[in-house]
């Protein structure tokens, strides 16, 4: 066929209303697919420049050890923005005359250029109004920590010492962007120029440093740094991103990433069950047409080409729209969650159009193009000889099609084998079992129907009488609203999940430091001005010297040589406290495979230590037994991974060096931690008899409101050696990003509906001619329009009863796999949803079906027995 | 006799079903002169419409072969099949076979437009004016009477210039006085055209205004092909 008499059908087609359905499918799902890939490519970048801001940074590497001038040279040939830092930890002496003050604090030494991302925040006076600043400590003075003030018993313009030199303290430091993200700073912070660092003589070989190297720049420069300079990082330099930076927003955000695709593609094969639907109807209403073409000396392969051609402008149409559609959902999302996105964000990249672009030219080719293509295949002879059958499209071509491209979308989507084994299995599964129980539907509401009065019957012979169809219609209906009742359920629990990771008084400040005289007086301090229930869990520090009688050094050596790899060397970290309150995910990031420092060559790096009498919340032993409360035994538990990573296991005996006394405990037993709580938690815990008569410090977590802060400075005040933590930036960030998921994943909700609502009217739009038909005939023979209404009504109420039935078994088997294998979640059992699907579906499909065959009722039987 | 533009020989038809193989058509032999007429009667089930496929070339018989126009049709593909068809063949239908969505002008520059006939526009309205349509040319077929569609579907045949027109019970969905007046111009336009007419009918009155006759019974020739009694 020639273009202009493609054009020309198309036009017509169009017009007649034909050709609306399958666009309209097509522009959902490729409206759905960019709309939530636009959504995520934003949600992403605005959570990456965040997540930048508590590195300071877009990337950092990180080490005890200085940086090979090659970096340096790697990054500036990148063209990216570079920044170096270096933090230790170190006494501050402040001498007044009678009055000598020394405090630990976490020293920061930065340059002019620092920080890369974010700001520093910070008041003329201790505990003032904050201010921005684009300024850096200059040399000969430093900026202290609002606490420092108190505890040192200095005003801005006094003079402090930090090991051998003497600065001026400038300003109160309020807050700096790399503060939080897993780098708790030990103690207050002290900030002074980089060029000062050699002065104070305090970096000496085997002192605690962490050296960064902080970098900027677009995502493709820094891993190009990160690939020139790979093997130069291990084993003693660590390259961090931004996402890693912030391990449980890195989380959050992979969850909701996980439930917004699936949620995305679930939409798109509803979409796509509709663009089929769509498509047999318009294949079908075609099978004369192409009889007569035929019959003019249309060939079959000018037939192909002539279908595929208006398959492809109603394609290129539906692509352009959908994008359209999409960017316009995706503004009005940005627009609807207001200030949660920065407005500064780059433009989305290409790939959110390019998804949206193939998920509809696969949607067309898998799911459109059987039937059209099938239509070459239509005898001629159908054009005097109407009993000839219409399609000729196989079954199997047009199924597995569809398969195929379902399958290839979900693997696209997913990137997860896993989760596209168990769909698919789902899938065909859920199919056989859902034709097998509408079968028996089917048949019993027949039996039903014989008794029942004039109206049902019709509609249960109906049923009964196309059931093929109606087979086919409950099982998609049935997946309709399965998908729907999965995501709400799915939808549900990760909601409640992540608020209940994060009720409304999690702690947000911890305290360290306590020592045991001050303890009952700071716990009386916290019980009376913020949200506190205790306790004050003991602490120290302490390494593992020995495990059962073998050297630490050696023990290492001897599992390096056996070909374990997987130890790290992040025990000697930041000093008291910081990993085991909100450790570091990206552990594994760690993973050193040379022959490095520490390895074979050192024992096992300095931990804390507490002790316990009752398993702590949060914590499940999984392995071993907790001990008796009044146990004189010297027992240890052990966080489960951190003992495997290191090869210890229940029975071992392991040698402490407790400030350099020895004590030696039995592992007892191991433990999994909910790292994501927020409260203390310990890799070691020892029994209280092992830790009889050792000197221990104390810790505790507590919830202060923003107003309440200025508590701060009075615990500081009357305990100015103890250490205080704050994390509610940090808090704040994740319930924001809460927020924010919970709304996407809402809009994804919102977009299943509406492809819901389009197959159930694609598959009634099928039905219809046949329908019409019917009723036409039932209305000449004198059946009343409030009759054939009813019984259509009725018809539909039941059919969506029938769905909603076997679509809750199969949400229910569904569900428990997501939450227990995709999510990590638990499992809940919901038995009202037994009765609410049923509802649901009669609701939602009667409502539909009455709407979507009104015309249908409406029309005068003459119109309708002359136009078939 | 001049130069066979149709010829069957040996035309055998039959399909399964359930109750075993049923056979439709069974030995059809005849030869048919170029511009000559041929009606194809009897009772219904008798085979008629199934011998106008086969002969037409839209469909295959079980064993035998027919010529259209010099050319064995029988051993073609189905993609040399429909350019025979569409270089020498045309087609009036009991049911019309109108394109809804086409409007009469479009419907009968289809051919001549599949075919890549560039002056498929003016051909078309001429054969529309000589069966009296040109009033009607932007009408599409549901705005048009019975009649005044199978007239269409008549300027359609012929505006493709076919050897052998096609016609399977053109009157058979129109009332007698309008059946009279689109078999007249039915055989007006095939005799201006020289083309070969070749027409499926219960109607007797029709079948007597051809050349020639075949009459089926149970899909055998009831005699050899017989030069009409009219």
Not at chain 1, 697 to 714: A, G, I, Q, W
Not at chain 1, 844 to 858: E, F, P
Request: charged share 20%.
């Amino acid at each position: 066929m020639t273009l202009s008499l493609v054009l020309r059908l198309t036009a017509r087609d169009w017009r007649a209303g034909e050709l609306r359905l399958l666009l309209a499918a097509l522009l959902v799902a490729v409206g759905t697919v960019s709309a939530i890939s636009l959504f995520v490519d934003r949600l992403h970048r605005a959570l990456l420049a965040e997540s930048a801001t508590f590195l300071a940074a877009d990337a950092a590497i990180s080490s005890s050890y200085e940086f090979p001038e090659a970096f340096r040279e790697a990054a500036r040939a990148a063209d990216l923005g570079l920044a170096e830092t270096i933090g230790f930890p170190s006494m501050v002496f402040a001498e007044k005359p009678g009055n000598f003050r020394s405090q630990l604090a976490g020293v920061k030494a930065v340059a002019e250029d620092y920080p890369l991302r974010g700001i520093l925040r910070i008041a003329d006076a201790p505990f003032g109004g904050a201010q921005v600043t684009r300024d850096t400590p200059e040399r000969g003075e430093v900026w202290l920590d609002s606490r420092l003030f108190p505890a040192l018993d200095v005003e801005p313009g006094d003079q402090v010492s930090v090991g051998y030199e003497k600065f001026t303290v400038r300003r109160a430091l309020v807050s700096e962007p790399d503060r939080g993200g897993g780098l708790f700073a030990m103690g207050p912070r002290l900030l002074m120029h980089i060029d000062d660092v050699p002065a104070t003589r305090v970096i000496q070989p085997g002192s605690r440093i962490d050296y960064r190297l902080l970098l900027a720049g677009d995502n493709q420069a820094l891993q190009g740094v990160r690939e020139a300079i790979e093997d130069q990082l291990r084993p003693n330099y660590r390259w961090i991103s931004a996402r890693e930076a912030s391990p449980f927003i890195e989380r959050a955000v992979g969850r909701a990433e996980s439930f917004l695709l699936l949620g995305g593609l679930l939409a798109v094969l509803l979409a796509g069950i509709a663009v089929a639907l769509g498509a047999n109807r318009y294949a079908k209403r075609h099978f004369d047409h192409v009889g007569v073409l035929k019959t003019l000396g249309a060939t079959p392969r000018s037939i192909l080409t002539g279908y595929l051609g208006l398959l492809s402008l109603v394609g290129a149409l539906g692509v352009a729209l959908g994008l359209a559609l999409g960017l316009l959902a995706h503004q009005g999302i940005l627009i609807a969650l207001g200030s949660f996105i920065p407005t500064e964000l780059p433009l989305p990249g290409a790939r959110p159009f390019l998804l949206g672009a193939i998920t509809g030219l696969i949607c067309l080719l898998a799911f459109a193009a059987p039937p059209l293509v099938a239509l070459r295949r239509i005898s001629p002879m159908r054009v005097i000889r109407r009993d000839l059958p219409g399609t000729t499209a196989s079954t199997v071509a047009t199924y597995g099609c569809a398969a195929a491209g379902a399958l290839g979308l979900l693997v696209w989507y997913s990137g997860d084998v896993f989760l596209t084994f168990w769909l698919l299995i789902g899938g065909v599964g859920v199919s056989v079992v859902f034709a097998a129980l509408a079968l028996v539907l089917l048949r019993s509401g027949r039996t039903l129907g014989m008794q029942a009065g004039s109206g049902w019957r019709l509609a249960l012979a109906g049923l009964q009488r196309r059931y093929r169809e109606n087979t086919a219609q409950i099982v998609v209906f049935g997946f309709a609203i399965m998908l729907l009742l999965i995501l709400l359920l799915v939808r549900t629990s990760l909601i409640d999940e992540w608020q209940a990771q994060i009720p409304v008084n999690t702690p947000n400040h911890f305290v360290l430091n306590v020592t045991p005289e001050e303890k009952d007086d700071v716990d009386a301090l916290l019980r009376a001005n913020a949200d506190y229930e205790g306790p004050l869990f003991p602490m120290m520090r302490g390494r593992i010297v020995a495990v059962n009688g073998v050297d630490a050094a050696e023990f290492r050596r001897q599992r390096w040589a056996a070909g374990f790899r997987d130890d790290d060397d992040d025990d000697d970290d930041e000093g008291p406290s910081p990993d085991d309150i909100a450790p570091q995910q990206a552990e594994g990031e760690e993973e050193e495979e040379g022959e490095g420092r520490g390895r074979g060559g050192r024992g096992f790096g300095s931990r804390n230590l507490t002790f316990a009498t009752e398993l702590p919340e949060n914590n499940v032993v999984v392995g071993g037994e907790w001990w008796d409360a009044d146990s004189p035994e010297r027992l240890v538990s052990l966080e489960d991974d951190y003992a495997q990573r290191r090869g210890f296991a229940v029975g071992d005996e392991l040698s402490f060096d407790i400030g350099g006394l020895p004590m030696v405990a039995t592992v007892s037993n191991l433990r999994r931690v909910e790292w994501d709580s927020l409260q203390p938690n310990f890799f070691v815990i020892l029994s209280p008899g092992a830790l009889e008569g050792f000197p221990a410090t104390y810790m505790t977590s507590f919830h202060l409101p923003v107003e309440d802060k200025r508590f701060l400075n009075e615990l500081i005040a009357a305990h100015p050696t103890i250490t205080v933590i704050e994390i509610d930036a940090i808090i704040r960030q994740v319930q924001s990003i809460v927020d924010r998921v919970t709304g996407a994943v809402e809009l994804v909700l919102y977009l299943v509906l509406a492809s819901g609502a389009l197959v159930l009217t694609a598959s009634i739009q099928a039905s219809r001619d046949q329908r019409m038909k019917e009723h036409a005939l039932l209305r000449a023979l004198g059946g009343t329009r409030r009759l054939i209404g009813g019984a259509l009504a009725a018809e539909f109420a039941v059919l969506g009863a029938f769905a909603g039935i076997v679509a809750v078994i199969g949400a229910e088997v569904s569900v428990f796999s997501l939450e227990t294998q995709v999510f990590d979640l638990g499992y809940t059992s919901r038995p009202w949803f037994w009765l609410v699907g049923p509802l649901f579906g009669a609701a939602l499909i009667a409502t539909v079906g009455v709407l979507a065959t009104r015309r249908l009722v409406n029309t005068p039987p003459a119109t309708v027995l002359r136009e078939l | 006799m001049t130069t066979p533009i149709l010829r069957a020989q040996g035309l055998v038809k039959r399909v399964p079903t359930v109750e075993g193989e049923l056979t439709i058509l069974d030995g059809i032999d005849f030869t048919l002169p170029a511009g000559a007429s041929l009606a194809v009667v009897g009772a219904s089930g008798s085979g008629k419409t199934t011998l106008l496929g086969i002969l037409a070339g839209l469909d295959l018989p079980t064993s035998g072969q027919v010529w259209l126009d010099g050319a064995e049709i029988t051993s073609m593909s189905e993609e040399e099949r429909a350019r025979a068809r569409a270089n020498a063949v045309g087609f009036v239908f009991q049911t019309f076979q109108l394109i809804d969505s086409l409007t009469a002008l479009e419907n009968v520059m289809l051919p001549a437009e599949l075919r890549g006939d560039g002056s498929a526009r003016a051909d078309a309205a001429e054969y529309l004016r000589r069966v009296g349509l040109e009033e009607r040319v932007t009408h599409y077929p549901r705005q048009l009477s019975g009649g005044e569609q199978q007239r269409v579907a008549i300027a359609r045949a012929f505006a493709s210039r076919p050897s052998v027109l096609f016609a399977d019970e053109p009157t058979g969905n129109l009332d007698t006085a309008t059946g009279r007046r689109v078999a007249d111009l039915l055989f007006d336009l095939n005799r201006e055209s020289s083309a070969t007419l070749v027409l499926v009918t219960h109607d007797k009155a029709l079948a007597g205004r051809c050349e020639h006759v075949i009459t089926l019974e149970a899909g055998r020739m009831a005699m050899p092909m017989a030069r009409a009694a009219g």
